[in-house]
C-alpha cells in the first residue's frame, strides 16, 4: 500500500498543502469537545464502556484531523479506524447492556456487523447521490432496527437510538452533498459532517449513560 500517496476526496481542498482543508480540519474540535463533555459527564458512575467510548470519540477527532491536513492514505487510516471501533465498541454495549446478553453471544453478534456492513454497503451505493457515503449507510439502518425492538422493554432508550438515527442520516446527508454542490459552495458540507457527527456520537453516549442509570434504579 502506498502509505503517502495523497487524498483528494473533499470539494475544500485544491491542493497538497498542510492546510488546504482549513475548515474541514479546525471543525473536527467539535470531536473533542463532544468528548471532553461525555467523559465528564459519565465520570464517577462506574461505567468503563461509556469511558473507553468518550476515549475512542476523541481518537475519531485525532484521526480526522490529521485526513484533513496530511490527506494521504496512512492519515486516511487513522480516520476510519477509530470510527469502526467506536462503531464495534457501542453495539457490544447495546448488546451486552441493552439486549442484556452475556459476554461471548455479546461480541459473536457484534462481529456480525462486519459482514452485514459488507452485505448492505453496495444495496446502499446503488441510491443516486449517496457516493461514498454508502459505507456508512448501514450504520443508522442497525441503529433503527435495534430501537424498534427496544420499544417495548426500554421506550425512552429506543427513542434516543432512534435521535442518533435521525442525526446521523442528516450528517450523512451534507457528506454526499459536498461534492455536487462544490461549485456553489467552495467549501463544501463536509465540515456539517464532523459538527454533526460529533453530536450524534456524544448523545449516543449520553444514551448509554441514562439507560445504565434507569437499569440501577
Same mark, same amino acid.
Not at 447492556?97 to 453496495?122: I, N, Q
Not at 450504520?139 to 442497525?142: A, D, E, S
Given at each position: ?27 473536527n ?14 465520570? +464517577?458512575? $462506574?461505567?468503563? !464502556?461509556? #469511558?473507553?467510548? =468518550?476515549? %475512542?470519540? *476523541?481518537?475519531? +477527532?485525532? $484521526?480526522?484531523? !490529521?485526513? #484533513?491536513?496530511? =490527506?494521504? %492514505?496512512? *492519515? ?17 454495549a ?42 456508512y449507510?448501514p450504520?443508522?439502518?442497525?441503529i ?72 440501577r434504579?
Open positions: 500500500m502506498e502509505w503517502v500517496r495523497e487524498i483528494d476526496g473533499y470539494c475544500e481542498r485544491l491542493g497538497p498543502q498542510y492546510w488546504a482543508e482549513p475548515v474541514n480540519a479546525v471543525t474540535a467539535a470531536f473533542l469537545i463532544a468528548a471532553f463533555i461525555m467523559w465528564r459527564r459519565v465520570r +464517577g458512575q $462506574g461505567l468503563v !464502556l461509556a #469511558h473507553v467510548l =468518550a476515549g %475512542v470519540l *476523541a481518537m475519531i +477527532g485525532v $484521526g480526522s484531523y !490529521l485526513f #484533513h491536513t496530511y =490527506a494521504q %492514505v496512512w *492519515a486516511a487510516m487513522a480516520d476510519v479506524i477509530p470510527i469502526l471501533l467506536f462503531i464495534l465498541v457501542y453495539f457490544y447495546v448488546n451486552r447492556d441493552f439486549l442484556r446478553l452475556s459476554r461471548w453471544p455479546a461480541l459473536a453478534l457484534t462481529a456480525m456487523f462486519v459482514p452485514y456492513a459488507v452485505g448492505t454497503a453496495p444495496l446502499f451505493g446503488l441510491v443516486p447521490g449517496l457516493g461514498g457515503s454508502s459505507i449507510a450504520v443508522p439502518l442497525l433503527l432496527i435495534f430501537a424498534a425492538g427496544l420499544r417495548s422493554r426500554a421506550p425512552e432508550t429506543a427513542r434516543g437510538m432512534a435521535i442518533g438515527a435521525a442525526i446521523l442520516i442528516a450528517s450523512i446527508t451534507f457528506r454526499s452533498l459536498d461534492d455536487p454542490i462544490c461549485s456553489v459552495l467552495p467549501m463544501g458540507t463536509h465540515f456539517l459532517w464532523h459538527i454533526l457527527n460529533a453530536i450524534m456520537l456524544g448523545w449516543m453516549i449520553e444514551v448509554y449513560r441514562r439507560h445504565m442509570i434507569r437499569r434504579g
